[in-house]
């Protein structure tokens, strides 16, 4: 079956008792036993629950692995899988992690002795080199953000299996729909399901898949001893989400397309990051590695500064400035002053995030009216820095 049947259907039986066509939501915390210490699948949520067990039965499939974990966010995921690290361990991570990820690497983790080093791991040869003998976990993105920065998967994979260590991938940007990394040789794919997964703006969740039992078994026993699971609604409304994934994805993507296209000719844009463009250097990869689309994000810069990019992402009216990313309405931020604030300034200087970039997540709206809406906020934007 394709995915978009799969994303519908495997997972998501009739209620057996009723016939319903959606699954009841089980809020129950407990479930009875029908004698002492003999459960019938389900004991206690924490432990399993069967609005989870759906959606984590579905995200497995899409991600081509043989079981997934739904967890409470994108954060208690990356925990998750973290928890399989000691301490004398070191991590080996892209310099294009998500900010949270680089905190939790070097704020939480190091306390527990896990060493963290974090190389570009678009350039191959220098991601090897920083392996230790002592490496336990590489841990990439690609794309990367907010830069767009695209990493060849399979090699990483390649490189990661030649010194025993495990690979995880956060596939939040792009997705099932368009990269399967477990596919392409990772061992451990996470998702921020707050994002396209749930892809509404109402759902705090993450997610974990595997494609190796024994890897599964030990990740379920972290999940387990410290507790942070998916909530039923949020599975409900994940499961809910899931069955226009595809659609969703592959439409916000064509949309994006068009807006880098769009942004490219525009006279007053200096540089536009998007690997859907023959000119972003991680095309040629991204051709390879994504399939149907090379999502619905993008970052862009006018020729201008911190105040004139502050002034565009405050300008538009359908674009919504705020953080976040993967839902069906647009967003608008300025990394300099929102989801890259925490970072030192030579730090992001270095990183390539300027004062005048601004990110976009595209959501579901007509391409027209985004492109206007753009159109009118470069206007505002630039003729107010002109007068000042
Ligand atoms: C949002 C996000 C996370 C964190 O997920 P939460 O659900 O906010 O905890 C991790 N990685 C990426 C790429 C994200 O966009």
């Known amino acids: 079956?394709?995915?978009?049947?799969?994303?519908?259907?495997?997972?998501?039986?009739?209620?057996?008792?009723?016939?319903?066509v959606v699954q009841p939501i089980h809020m129950a915390s407990t479930f009875v036993m029908p004698a002492a210490g003999e459960p019938t699948g389900y004991d206690y949520s924490r432990s399993g629950n069967p609005t989870r067990t759906a959606v984590e039965v579905t995200i497995a499939e899409l991600e081509e692995g043989c079981a997934a974990l739904a967890l409470a966010s994108g954060m208690s995921a990356t925990h998750a899988a973290m928890l399989l690290l000691e301490s004398g361990d070191h991590?080996?991570?892209?310099?294009?992690?998500?900010g949270g990820t680089y905190r939790l690497l070097h704020n939480i983790l190091n306390r527990s002795g896990v060493a963290v080093t974090l190389a570009d791991s678009t350039e191959l040869a220098k991601f090897e080199a920083a392996i230790r003998p002592e490496t336990k976990m590489i841990w990439i993105e690609s794309p990367g953000n907010p830069l767009m920065s695209v990493t060849d998967i399979a090699a990483v994979a390649e490189i990661a299996k030649k010194h025993g260590v495990l690979l995880g991938v956060d596939n939040t940007l792009a997705s099932p729909v368009l990269t399967?990394?477990?596919?392409?040789?990772?061992?451990?794919?996470?998702?921020?399901?707050?994002?396209?997964?749930?892809?509404h703006s109402d759902v705090l969740g993450g997610a974990l898949v595997v494609k190796d039992q024994e890897l599964f078994d030990r990740l379920y026993f972290g999940v387990n001893a410290t507790g942070a699971v998916m909530s039923p609604m949020s599975c409900f409304l994940t499961t809910r989400g899931i069955k226009t994934l595809?659609?969703?994805?592959?439409?916000?993507?064509?949309?994006?397309?068009?807006?880098?296209?769009f942004l490219v000719e525009h006279p007053l844009v200096a540089k536009v990051n998007y690997p859907g463009l023959a000119i972003h250097p991680g095309h040629e990869i991204a051709k390879r590695q994504m399939t149907g689309g090379f999502g619905a994000?993008?970052?862009f810069e006018l020729d201008g500064n911190f105040e004139q990019a502050k002034k565009l992402v405050e300008s538009?009216?359908?674009?919504?400035?705020a953080v976040s990313l993967g839902?069906?309405?647009s967003l608008i931020e300025q990394p300099a002053?929102?989801?890259?604030?925490?970072?030192?300034?030579?730090?992001?200087?270095?990183?390539?995030?300027?004062?005048?970039?601004?990110?976009?997540?595209?959501?579901?709206?007509?391409?027209?009216?985004?492109?206007?809406?753009?159109?009118?906020?470069?206007?505002?934007?630039?003729?107010?820095?002109?007068?000042?």
């Open 180 to 199: 399967r990394p477990l596919t392409l040789g990772a061992d451990i794919v996470m998702h921020s399901a707050t994002k396209y997964l749930s892809g």
């Open 297 to 299: 994000m993008l970052s």
């Open 91 to 98: 991590v080996l991570a892209g310099t294009d992690i998500y």
């Open 1 to 20: 079956m394709k995915f978009r049947t799969r994303a519908i259907h495997v997972g998501n039986a009739p209620d057996k008792e009723t016939g319903a």
């Open 327 to 329: 839902a069906v309405e």
């Open 316 to 321: 538009t009216k359908l674009f919504q400035l």
């Open 246 to 261: 595809e659609l969703r994805v592959l439409e916000q993507s064509r949309t994006t397309m068009k807006l880098a296209e």
């Open 337 to 388: 002053s929102m989801s890259h604030a925490s970072y030192a300034a030579e730090d992001r200087a270095a990183h390539g995030i300027s004062d005048g970039l601004v990110r976009l997540s595209v959501g579901l709206e007509h391409v027209d009216d985004l492109k206007n809406d753009l159109e009118k906020a470069i206007a505002i934007a630039t003729g107010e820095s002109k007068v000042s």
